[in-house]
Structure formats: C-alpha cells, structure tokens
C-alpha cells in the first residue's frame, strides 16, 4: 500500500527558507514520477516541481530558482527546499506519486495517483 506523509511545514517571514521532506513507504521512489502540488485558499491545485526516476526535474515558473526538488532514495524521501519565500507561495503543500519512471506529460493533479495529506506553509510579509 502506498503512503505518503510530508513534514517540515511552517510560518516563516518573506526571503525565509523552508524544507519539506515526504516520507513515503510501500513503494521506492526511485521507481516512480514524485511530485510536489500546492493549494492556496480559493485557489485550484497546480504543480510545484516533479522528478522523475532518471532524476529529471521540472518546475513551475514561479518557483524556478528558488525551490529544489531532491529525493534520498535510501530513506525513500522526497524533499523540496525553498528558498526566497513570497507572501504568495502560502498554501498547503502536497507530495504526489505516479507509478511511472517518466515525469513526461504528468503535470496536472489528476495525472498522480498517490497523496500525501498535505503540510501548511505560511509566508508573511
């Protein structure tokens, strides 16, 4: 069965940094499409980052330069640094997983199979 469980949430002040890690079990990473989504009040879901198995990477433009997605394959986490925070990256954060080593053309939230249940981040001004 596959979880997934992230961690690292927080408030923090614009230009702060945050680490986010996604525990995930009953299945290895390395094998799968990950990928990172958040929600913001009011707000549709939309794609963060994703990686995929060959470690390919994508972001969203808002994020490029500023957010890493990372995975330990040992510990069978994934991870997202962020850094310069804005006001406008507050939303709860989701890991997501799709049983396919390519990333390719998986880029809304329906495309991912598996959930997290999702860890709030908060930037003030």
Known sequence: ???LMESGGGSVQAGGSLKLSCAASGYAISTYCMGWFRQAPGKERE???????????????????????????AKNTL????SS??????AIYYCAARNLQSCLRLRD???FHYWGQGTQVTVSS
């Open 109 to 111: 939230p329906a495309d």
């Open 79 to 82: 991870y997202l640094q962020m």
């Open 47 to 73: 794609g963060v980052a994703r990686i995929a198995s060959d470690s390919n990477t994508n972001y969203a433009d808002s994020v490029k330069g500023r957010f890493t997605i990372s995975r330990d394959n």
């Open 85 to 90: 925070l804005k006001p406008e990256d507050t």
């Open 1 to 3: 069965q596959v979880q």
